[in-house]
C-alpha cells in the first residue's frame, strides 16, 4: 500500500565503499526526484527524472548517480563514500492530476564511517 | 535564482495557542507554493499548498495564503496540539527545472501541554 517506498531504512558503512539506495513509487507518477537532507534539516534536490529527462543539481558530485530501470524505480547509487555523505535521503515522485505535488518516501538514513 | 526564507526556530508554544511560521519566498513567474510537515523520524507529508495569488490552502486546521504582492506565504494555526510538533518546510515548485522543490531551511515546532 506504501506510495513511495525506499530500502534500506537505514545504512552504516564505511568510507570509500559503494552503496545503493533503492526507491520504488505504486502512483504510477511520471517524474521522480532525490532529495539530500542534512544534519541542520536543509533538504536539497539532487535529480529530478523523467522517462525523457535526466535534470542533475550542478552541486551533486558524480560519484552519485541516478538508475531507473522502468517508470516506477529510480535507484541512487554512490560511488567511493565519504564521510560528508552522511545524511538522510529522501525520494519522491509526481505527475497525474496534481503534478506539481510530490509524494515523499520515508527516508533512508546513511551513515559513512 | 529562486529562494524560500523561512524564519528560524525553534519554535516552543503551549498548546492551545496561535502559531505563525513566516515563509517569503523569490521567484521567477508565478511558482506553486507548498508547507510540508516532518514528524520526528519520519518523512515529509504535504501539508497544503496553494498554486495561485490569493489561493489560501488549508489542511488539518493549518492555513496559508499565497500573497504575491508581498511574496510570502505564511502558516497559521489558531489552536496548536502537542501532536503538531514537527519541522515545517515551506518550498516552491521551480516550473522551469520538473517542478523540483526548492525548501527554506525548516521551521522545528514544540508544543508543551
Known amino acids: 500500500d506504501t506510495a513511495v517506498s525506499q530500502t534500506p531504512k537505514y545504512l552504516v558503512t564505511q568510507m570509500g565503499n559503494d552503496k545503493s539506495i533503492k526507491c520504488e513509487q505504486n502512483l504510477g507518477h511520471d517524474t521522480m526526484y532525490w532529495y539530500k537532507q542534512d544534519s541542520k534539516k536543509f533538504l536539497k534536490i539532487m535529480f529530478s527524472y523523467n522517462n525523457k529527462e535526466l535534470i542533475i543539481n550542478e552541486t551533486v558530485p558524480n560519484r552519485f548517480s541516478p538508475k531507473s530501470p522502468d517508470k516506477a524505480h529510480l535507484n541512487l547509487h554512490i560511488n567511493s563514500l565519504e564521510l560528508g555523505d552522511s545524511a538522510v535521503y529522501f525520494c519522491a515522485s509526481s505527475g497525474g492530476g496534481t503534478k506539481e505535488t510530490q509524494y515523499f518516501g520515508p527516508g533512508t538514513r546513511l551513515l559513512v564511517l | 535564482g529562486n529562494s524560500v526564507t523561512q524564519m528560524e526556530g525553534p519554535v516552543t508554544l503551549s498548546e492551545e495557542a496561535f502559531l505563525t511560521i513566516n515563509c517569503t519566498y523569490t521567484?521567477?513567474?508565478?511558482?506553486?507554493l507548498f508547507w510540508y510537515v516532518q514528524y520526528p523520524g519520519e518523512g515529509l507529508q504535504l501539508l497544503l499548498k496553494?498554486?495561485?495569488?490569493?489561493d489560501k490552502g488549508s489542511n488539518k486546521g493549518f492555513e496559508a495564503t499565497y500573497r504575491k504582492e508581498t511574496t510570502s506565504f505564511h502558516l497559521e494555526k489558531g489552536s496548536v496540539q502537542v501532536s503538531d510538533s514537527a519541522v515545517y518546510f515551506c518550498?516552491?515548485?521551480?516550473?522551469?527545472?520538473?517542478?523540483?522543490?526548492?525548501f527554506g531551511k525548516g521551521t522545528k515546532l514544540s508544543v508543551k501541554p
Open positions: 518550498a516552491l515548485s521551480d516550473r522551469g527545472s520538473q517542478g523540483n522543490l526548492i
Open positions: 521567484a521567477t513567474g508565478y511558482p506553486s
Open positions: 496553494a498554486t495561485k495569488a490569493d
